[in-house]
């Protein structure tokens, strides 16, 4: 499957995306607690957002973030689309987030369901931590992971 990674652009169908595989996954997609996916730009001008499409048709196959928070690298928002899973796209965002700036340590956070990313993670050097329980509609449970060093 031929894709193009590039920063989000106004337009791109995030919400819907990352909506979809919440669905998937049996979460509730409460708009009022995904607030940064409506303002992309102005979550995001910190650090940079990036989405995945197909070369064929142009849909919308990834998303993945950086941001900086607190002297560190926190990453975000990495959903895979089905239909596009095992391909090696998550790696790739993730290689693209651990290349944001020179943090000298990553975190992310991550829903317990989603346990192939959490496979990706820690072959990918990152160590599990904590878990916490979010005020979200579903009380979602998720692990905190971390990387130390750069790059990647």
Request: proline fraction near 5%.
């Amino acid at each position: 499957m031929p894709h193009t990674i590039r920063l989000y652009r106004p337009g791109d169908p995030v919400a819907d995306h990352i909506r979809r595989i919440y669905e998937e996954h049996g979460l509730c997609f409460d708009p009022g607690f995904e607030d940064d996916l409506f303002n992309i730009p102005a979550a995001y001008a910190n650090g940079q957002f990036w989405v995945v499409t197909d070369d064929a048709d142009g849909a919308l196959l990834a998303t993945g973030a950086a941001v900086p928070c607190g002297g560190v690298r926190l990453i975000r928002r990495m959903y895979v689309a089905s239909t596009a899973r095992r391909r090696g796209l998550a790696r790739l965002l993730l290689e693209r987030c651990m290349a944001f700036s020179d943090f000298r340590r990553t975190e992310l956070w991550s829903d317990v369901r989603f346990r192939e990313a959490h496979a990706l993670y820690r072959q990918a050097g990152f160590r599990q931590g904590h878990v916490r329980v979010l005020d979200d509609p579903d009380r979602s449970v998720e692990l905190f992971f971390w990387k130390e060093g750069y790059p990647a």
